[in-house]
Nanobody, 114 residues
Framework: QVQVVESGGGLVQPGGSLRLSCIAS????????MAWYRQAPGKQRELVAS???????IYADSVNGRFTISRDNAKKTVSLQMNSLKPEDTAVYYC????????WGQGTQVTVAS
């Protein structure tokens, strides 16, 4: 059974940095995409960044240049380095794995506030 677990959320001041990590376990096809989504209160869940097993990346315009997604195929992990954080980045961040079907983590809260 495939499972996805996030870690690394927390409270940070505007302009600060935070790193999220996600590890997948179970039998996962080598062809897959891992991604980070976020959902702020009252808003729809949105894609933040994604990375394929060939390391091709996509970023939301709102985070491009501030966030960096990376992965380790051997360890089945994906990370999101978030710099220059803004209050509008506050949300629950979800790790997503797409391999034939989609798998979601439980989410981790990121709060950017003074």
């Amino acid at each position: 059974q495939v499972q996805v677990v996030e870690s690394g959320g927390g409270l940070v001041q505007p302009g600060g940095s935070l790193r999220l990590s996600c590890i997948a376990s179970g039998s996962i096809p080598s062809a897959n995409t891992m991604a980070w989504y976020r959902q702020a209160p009252g808003k729809q869940r949105e894609l933040v960044a994604s990375i394929t097993n060939f390391y091709r990346t996509i970023y939301a315009d709102s985070v491009n240049g501030r966030f960096t997604i990376s992965r380790d195929n051997a360890k089945k992990t994906v990370s999101l380095q978030m710099n220059s954080l803004k209050p509008e980045d506050t949300a629950v961040y979800y790790c997503n794995l797409i391999a034939i079907r989609a798998y979601w983590g439980q989410g981790t809260q990121v709060t950017v506030a003074s």
